[in-house]
């Protein structure tokens, strides 16, 4: 019987376990769900007869040792703080890994290592990073075949609230890790630009944004995501002038989250004696200038905010900051000592998604192109889908390429080794075919261009109101 080690059973666990114990009763599989909470283990596995909920403590080098090496294939669904952990446990025992992290470089490296030992480690494997590539990598593909050229190539990827229902004042709710959102844009990000390499450090990279157009979905605000030039290797754009990945929200969220990050909360080094027993305010309080002021109270420490940043006191960033709670002076109650935990406690606690509320998730690929007779067109290839049957938009989009892929190497359809992303035909063809007999279709639209029609509106940096 194949064993199948899932590792974490967060917010984007849901529909991968439900997928994977609906294939273990047609294969010889046995799920196990493993995860610091085991309640949570256990609500996944839902007394499944193929499956198990145990406890798992990924810093416990011996327990993790043991549970790895009688696994076939081993799900990291953790932080990814802990994903090299485990794939050096699993080359040590020969255990095949697949990873929705992005593969950084420490799991990079072990390629050459993975290949001898005949090991397949798969990162970047859920929506996005995930299927936002393998789409990306198959309409490459594909243009290349008919003897195009990409001259520019942008990616964007989302997942918010769907259109259509009453939302709170940040035009988001947190579907995935808190933590993730929390920390985005912490690395700043870089991209290519007609041949220009551009750097946005973090504390612009929500200043960064410009409008997206989707068509059947509205206007999304966009900002651009980590680094997008190393893209240019893996997808083999390296002539391409412009090479852009981005993530796209509401109008409204990229300037409140502007203001946060100039605060300084996403801070996961400074440690605030006593956190829990302290008020939101306090802490922001702390971040505010004036050495030997007496303690403020809520409204002198929102007009003292809006004067550090810069914006109205009485306009909606200050707005939104007060409904998320920052200005609070109840009691946090919250686990941790940072600011960037206090952040997390305030979008587990304000930003969930309700009963009946319907997330979704968008992917679009723009492409400039020049075709095998000269002529130029923008390829546009979008994907829009919206929660439904109990899962969230985002556990299916993340879980189901992930299961996918672990059926595929399961049943030997997937012989592949190293440490890799999944850009191979063998990988991307088979879990496209299936996603888009589940529905999970991309929208393509040409659109030629005339030898003075101008060219795609491009990032430029905006004050934070600018886009409301």
């Not at 997942?159 to 890790?177: H, S």
């Not at 299916?396 to 996918?404: D, Q, S």
Request: negative net charge.
């Amino acid at each position: 019987m194949k064993q199948v080690l899932v590792l974490g059973a967060g917010r984007s666990a849901p529909f991968l376990v439900h997928r994977l114990l609906d294939m273990a009763e047609a294969s010889d599989w046995f799920v196990t769900v493993a995860d610091l909470d085991r309640s949570a283990a256990e609500w996944l596995v839902a007394g499944h007869s193929r499956g198990a909920a145990i406890r798992f403590d990924v810093n416990d080098a011996a327990m993790r040792d043991a549970r790895i090496s009688q696994a076939d294939v081993v799900i990291n669904m953790l932080a990814p703080a802990f994903q090299h952990l485990v794939a050096w446990d699993c080359l040590s025992h020969g255990t095949h890994m697949l990873s929705v992290s992005y593969r950084d470089e420490a799991v990079r490296a072990l390629d050459s290592d993975a290949q001898r030992r005949g090991v397949l480690i798969l990162s970047e494997l859920g929506l996005d990073p995930g299927i936002d590539h393998m789409s990306a990598m198959a309409l490459l593909d594909r243009i290349r075949g008919e003897g195009g050229r990409v001259q520019a190539f942008r990616s964007y990827g989302s997942g918010v609230p769907a259109p259509g229902q009453e939302v709170n004042p940040l035009g988001y709710w947190v579907t995935w890790n808190p933590r993730n959102v929390v920390m985005s844009g912490a690395r700043g990000a870089q991209y290519k630009e007609h041949g220009r390499i551009r750097l946005v450090p973090h504390h612009r990279v929500f200043r960064h944004t410009w409008p997206v157009e989707v068509e059947g979905v509205g206007t999304m605000i966009a900002y651009p995501n980590r680094d997008s030039v190393s893209y240019g290797a893996v997808f083999g754009l390296d002539e391409a002038e412009t090479i852009l990945r981005a993530t796209m929200r509401w109008p409204g969220w990229c300037e409140t989250w502007d203001a946060v990050v100039r605060l300084g909360l996403p801070n996961e080094s400074l440690r605030i004696p006593d956190l829990c027993e302290r008020s939101a305010r306090e802490v922001v309080e702390m971040f505010l200038p004036g050495i030997g002021a007496p303690p403020a109270d809520g409204f002198e420490v929102e007009s003292r905010v809006a004067s550090l940043l810069g914006i109205p006191v009485d306009g909606d960033v200050i707005r939104n900051l007060r409904w998320l709670g920052l200005f609070s002076d109840d009691r946090l109650e919250c686990d941790g000592r940072t600011p960037a935990e206090m952040m997390n406690h305030l979008l587990r606690t304000r930003l969930t998604i309700p009963a009946g509320g319907r997330d979704m998730v968008v992917l679009r690929h723009e492409l400039d192109v020049i075709g095998s007779d000269g002529g130029e067109e923008v390829i546009t290839s979008t994907m829009a889908t919206e929660g439904a049957a109990g899962f969230t938009a985002m556990s299916r989009t993340v879980g189901l390429p992930t299961a996918l892929a672990a059926q595929l190497l399961l049943d030997g359809g997937l012989t592949l080794t190293g440490s890799l992303i999944p850009t191979h035909p063998a990988v991307y063809g088979p879990i496209l075919n299936a996603l888009e007999a589940e529905g999970l279709v991309f929208e393509e639209t040409r659109r030629p261009v005339a030898p003075n029609g101008g060219d795609v509106p491009s990032p430029s940096i905006r004050a934070p109101e600018a886009v409301r």
